[in-house]
């Protein structure tokens, strides 16, 4: 047999060599997740993932402008295969910075209502939460409430907090106005609302519950989803708080409740597409979005799936049907609005 020739050898050599370069890449069964939620709220659904698949889910958890940021700087050697996040706005900020790719899946369109979807495909809702008016059962009245725009009318000046207009679930309830009523009557309403607090904003959508329950004013704007964790936490004064308040739901007879979603996209640069995709299509499942709304006191996205025994016993409402993608769109004007409005 004749020796092969050292061209031979060389070009042999150079294949095995990027041949074993190239395995782990693609015999990697993990997936890599930037996540702006925190780990406690999604990380047993991950490990589900995990045992059911035999994908390794790496989760990497911060606040949502470091996580886009980084994922801007990183560029093509992102780790991240999927980004997660906690507001439409975000997402469509993501969208906007060039850090997601467009994905289409039947399971995903089937599960996921289009109205909670980009649509085009570059992120996905995977629950939804929303907004309503809280008040003090023993101060205020449901029959005084009705909509949003008449937190604006001077009955209830000096008894309304809210957070400050730094927070994205208020700029995304500002952006859903602008896209209802335009931004004249939109910011003549937020010039009202301003008038009516009854201390400059501070503090999350609990304290703002506190607030109430503390008499510090009568009424606020806040997920539920804060007040259902109040309900079921294991601090007595945060229990006492709660069930101090009331959940009114506004707008019944107009554009309905404000929502918003949380949910993730698949990042541009994703080594591993198909895990990320299989991921996503996971967490739209039937069994996920049961654990987000009997573990997270969110509402399902998917609208087979009923709500927790808790959201249940706040009633149903009408829900605004505004493509939450609408949210993102307005995000820059409701920001300028509200600076002019004097919402700090």
């Not at 996971?282 to 609208?303: G, I």
Request: aromatic letters at 8%; one cysteine or more.
């Amino acid at each position: 047999m004749s020796k092969p020739s050292k061209l031979g050898v060389f070009f042999f050599t150079l294949w095995l060599v990027s041949g074993l370069l190239a395995a782990p890449l693609l015999a990697a069964d993990e997936v890599n997740i930037y996540s702006a939620r925190k780990e406690d709220l999604i990380k047993p659904l991950l490990d589900d993932f995990s045992k059911q698949t035999g994908i390794t889910v790496n989760l990497v958890t911060g606040k949502e402008e470091t996580l886009l940021q980084r994922l801007q700087s990183e560029g093509a050697n992102t780790p991240a295969d999927l980004l997660l996040t906690t507001d439409a706005g975000r997402l469509a900020a993501a969208r906007q910075a060039g850090v997601l790719q467009a994905v289409t899946s039947e399971s995903l369109t089937q599960h996921i209502p289009a109205a909670y979807r980009d649509p085009e495909g570059y992120w996905f809702g995977l629950s939804v939460r929303a907004r309503p008016i809280l008040y003090a059962k023993d101060r205020v009245k449901p029959t005084e409430l009705s909509t949003y725009e008449d937190l604006a009318a001077p009955k209830w000046r000096g008894k309304v907090c809210v957070r400050s207009s730094d927070s994205i679930y208020n700029q995304s309830l500002v952006a859903g106005m602008i896209a209802h009523h335009g931004e004249a009557k939109t910011e003549a309403w937020a010039k009202g609302l301003v008038a009516n607090f009854s201390r400059p904003p501070k503090g999350g959508d609990r304290d703002q519950i506190k607030a109430v329950a503390a008499g510090e004013c009568d009424i606020t704007l806040a997920n539920t989803y804060y007040l259902g964790g109040m309900l079921s936490s294991s601090d007595e004064a945060e229990r006492e708080a709660a069930a101090k308040v009331a959940v009114f739901w506004p707008d019944a007879q107009t554009t309905g409740v404000h929502v918003n979603v949380s949910g993730a996209g698949v990042t541009a640069h994703a080594r591993h597409r198909d895990h990320a995709v299989k991921l996503l299509e996971f967490l739209a499942s039937d069994q996920a979005q049961r654990w987000y709304a009997e573990t997270n006191n969110e509402y399902p996205v998917n609208p087979a799936i009923p709500p927790s025994a808790t959201l249940q016993s706040w009633g149903t409402f009408k829900v605004d049907t505004l493509n939450v993608a609408k949210l993102g769109e307005l995000n820059a004007a409701a920001v300028q609005l509200m600076d002019r409005a004097g919402w700090k």
